[in-house]
């Protein structure tokens, strides 16, 4: 979701773009980091764009907030992806 300015904003009113103090990641969100790129972020983006648009415009199903926010989710992921894709 972002707002009017185009900034991203988290649904529990963070700002998205928030920096992460990277002395406090783990070893195995570095692997899991790492892993990520290795797989592909592209793809893992289109999947996950793909995944979204069949539930949402191809699903005859009732959302709710919970499925709502769980789109939401895959969006936000798949968001994250292109930045790190097109920072690396």
Same mark, same amino acid.
């Given at each position: 979701?972002?707002?009017q300015?185009g900034q991203?904003?988290? #649904?529990n @009113?963070c700002s998205?773009n928030t920096?992460v103090d990277? !002395?406090?990641? /783990? +070893? /195995? *969100?570095l692997? %899991? #980091?790492d892993?990520? +790129?290795f797989? @592909?972020? &592209? *793809? #893992?983006? &289109?999947?996950?764009k #793909? =995944?979204? $648009?069949l539930a949402?415009y191809?699903s $005859?199903v009732s959302f709710? &907030?919970e499925e709502?926010?769980?789109l939401f $989710?895959? +969006? =936000?992921?798949? &968001?994250g %992806?292109? !930045? =790190? !894709? *097109? +920072?690396?």
């Amino acid at each position: 979701m972002s707002t009017q300015n185009g900034q991203g904003v988290c #649904l529990n @009113g963070c700002s998205a773009n928030t920096a992460v103090d990277t !002395r406090h990641v /783990s +070893k /195995s *969100q570095l692997e %899991f #980091l790492d892993y990520l +790129k290795f797989h @592909g972020l &592209e *793809q #893992l983006s &289109e999947s996950l764009k #793909l =995944i979204h $648009d069949l539930a949402l415009y191809h699903s $005859d199903v009732s959302f709710n &907030e919970e499925e709502k926010s769980a789109l939401f $989710d895959l +969006k =936000i992921l798949w &968001e994250g %992806f292109e !930045r =790190i !894709r *097109q +920072k690396s």
